[in-house]
């Protein structure tokens, strides 16, 4: 089961950016698609932005254009840069790596504990 550290949360202004960073344990951790969710007080959690092993990236049309996921794999880390940041990206935001097959050996899902983002004059 891979561990996974957010950090990077706060309280930023309209217009402002952010930097996410969610740090895995494990040695698989460059074969395994990544992402970042959000989950806003009475809504459901939502799909922010995924990278695939490869680099391959997906958004959210809401955060197109606006946010970028990167990946480090030498350092286990994932980032979410946000910029053009709006009062509705206001949320918890979690790090999440998929499940993956390798040599043999299923690797469940894993989610970090959330760090909160909050966009507000």
């Known amino acids: 089961q891979v561990q996974l550290v957010e950090s990077g949360g706060g309280l930023v202004q309209p217009g402002g950016s952010l930097r996410l960073s969610c740090a895995a344990s494990?040695?698989?951790?460059?074969?395994?698609?990544m992402g970042w969710y959000r989950q806003a007080p009475g809504k459901q959690r939502e799909l922010v932005a995924s990278i695939t092993s490869s680099g391959s990236t997906n958004y959210a049309d809401s955060v197109k254009g606006r946010f970028t996921i990167s990946r480090d794999n030498a350092k286990n880390t994932v980032y979410l840069q946000m910029n053009s940041l709006k009062p509705e990206d206001t949320a918890v935001y979690y790090c999440?790596?998929?499940?993956?097959?390798?040599?043999?050996?299923?690797?469940?899902?894993?989610w970090g504990q959330g760090t909160q983002v909050t966009v507000s004059s």
């Open positions: 999440n790596a998929r499940p993956v097959k390798y040599a043999d050996i299923w690797y469940a899902e894993s």
């Open positions: 494990g040695s698989i951790f460059s074969r395994r698609t």
